[in-house]
């Protein structure tokens, strides 16, 4: 149990050490992003480090390529998802809150809680975003698309069965997470990995709003 308790406090560490290292260095990069619909750029002198949802989307691509290894589009898409990059987002009808939606039992197993939550900034819960995969990686085993890594997001004990079909259901009706996210059915009683395809489509061009609205092009 110890020894749990340090490896996570030094995945934690590192996080935060990657976030500091985002906000020393962003003012050396220009970012771009690997796709024909997202077709913008920007100098370092451009980008308003001072703007928050900046800041976080920098930091999720450093943090994405560096720590959690996979394309920068899929961490930003499902922050979009979560949370419209909204800091203060809450869930009506749980007690998830924050980029990425966590609940507030979430929030403990992180070592804050959903107060500070609500007050972070979208930068300052990048660390605790990054530590969630980090956790959920280490149990379930590296990511192979887009929406495996939103499946972790959205009920991480449905990863272990996950046979990459867009029919696996992930939720129905009648229980807790169903009851808290039934906008993402498409059919009223049950919420599959379509479901969640769907969802990450339509909230990436979304994504791809705000990019073009900030002219940055992440690579």
């Known amino acids: 149990m110890r020894k749990s308790i340090i490896a996570l406090n030094v995945l934690l560490f590192l996080s935060l050490f990657v976030f500091g290292q985002n906000q020393i260095q962003n003012k050396n990069f220009c970012y771009k992003i690997g796709n024909d619909n997202a077709n913008y750029s920007a100098t370092a002198n451009e980008i308003p480090l001072h703007n928050d949802k900046v800041r976080f989307i920098l930091s999720i691509d450093k943090s994405a390529k560096e720590v959690l ?119 009223n009683y049950s919420i599959t990995v379509k479901d969640l395809k769907d969802r990450l489509a339509k909230k990436r061009q979304i994504l791809y709003s705000v990019l073009k609205e900030h002219n940055i092009k992440l690579q």
């Open 69 to 187: 290894k996979v394309p920068s589009l899929w961490y930003l898409t499902i922050a979009c998802s979560e949370s419209m990059l909204d800091s203060k987002a809450q869930n009506p009808k749980s007690s998830a809150v924050g980029a990425i939606q966590f609940t507030r039992q979430t929030c403990i197993n992180l070592g804050t809680t959903r107060e500070k939550v609500l007050r972070m900034s979208l930068a300052e819960q990048v660390p605790y975003c990054n530590t969630y995969f980090l956790r959920d990686i280490a149990q379930y085993g590296k990511y192979k698309s887009e929406v495996e890594m939103y499946i972790a997001c959205f009920l991480p004990a449905k990863r272990k069965g996950y046979n990459g079909k867009d029919t696996y259901v992930l939720s129905r009706k009648g229980d807790a997470y169903f009851n808290g996210n039934k906008g993402l059915s498409s059919n």
